[in-house]
T-cell receptor, first 108, second 114 residues
Framework: RKEVEQDPGPFNVPEGATVAFNCTYS??????FFWYRQDCRKEPKLLMS???SGNEDGRFTAQLNRASQYISLLIRDSKLSDSATYLC?????????FGSGTRLLVRP | DAGVIQSPRHEVTEMGQEVTLRCKPI?????LFWYRQTMMRGLELLIY????????DSGMPEDRFSAKMPNASFSTLKIQPSEPRDSAVYFC????????????FGPGTRLTVT
């Protein structure tokens, strides 16, 4: 079983749509949680951290459920520029464990 | 402010040749990570250093791979001898003592072994 599992997609949505990505992780000792974004043929970049209380950054909302070992990312009012691969990431002992990513395509 | 610098950006080599990938972390960052990304396996951590000392190399695939960090501003990942299955994008990342969980990635080296 992979340590971090994500639906690979692709999610193909129109501009303005709301889209949600989910992720599960297997190591209950994981200490912190993140979403990274990776554009085609580019390096991953931190999108946002994920906190148990839930957190929001503009159109992006992240949620963590430690009991279920489940992480989510919600994107509202999606833009063409949101097209990318979204990587669910957990941290354990200074190591980041990456999911394989969910690809999002936003069409005009 | 310069980010993580990697060289070369692209490398094409023949099976059996030695390959050396280079990384310069962000100044002041004391953690350095080497990752490999493929379509099949995604992004995998190979090894990481703290204050130039290797801390965890459990992700290094086999003895053909070695990594060094002779000083705070330079690291190398070497593959000898290279094999076609080593073809991948290799990323270097660094993080600071104040935010060890946020890693800044370099642009990657795209390696093709024929």
């Amino acid at each position: 079983r992979k340590e971090v599992e994500q639906d690979p997609g692709p999610f193909n949505v129109p501009e303005g749509a709301t889209v949600a990505f989910n992720c599960t992780y297997s190591n209950s000792a994981s200490q912190s949680f993140f979403w990274y974004r990776q554009d085609c043929r580019k390096e991953p970049k931190l999108l946002m951290s994920v906190y148990s209380s839930g957190n929001e950054d503009g159109r992006f909302t992240a949620q963590l459920n430690r009991a279920s070992q489940y992480i989510s990312l919600l994107i509202r009012d999606s833009k063409l520029s949101d097209s990318a691969t979204y990587l669910c990431v957990v941290n354990w002992s200074y190591k980041l464990i990456f999911g394989s990513g969910t690809r999002l395509l936003v069409r005009p | 402010d310069a980010g993580v610098i990697q060289s070369p950006r692209h490398e094409v080599t023949e099976m059996g040749q030695e390959v050396t990938l280079r990384c310069k972390p962000i100044s002041g960052h004391d953690y350095l990570f080497w990752y490999r990304q493929t379509m099949m396996r995604g992004l995998e951590l190979l090894i990481y250093f703290n204050n130039n000392v290797p801390i965890d190399d459990s992700g290094m695939p086999e003895d053909r791979f070695s990594a060094k960090m002779p000083n705070a501003s330079f690291s190398t990942l070497k593959i000898q001898p290279s094999e076609p299955r080593d073809s991948a994008v290799y990323f270097c990342a660094s993080s600071s003592p104040d935010s060890s969980y946020e890693q800044y990635f370099g642009p990657g080296t795209r390696l093709t072994v024929t």
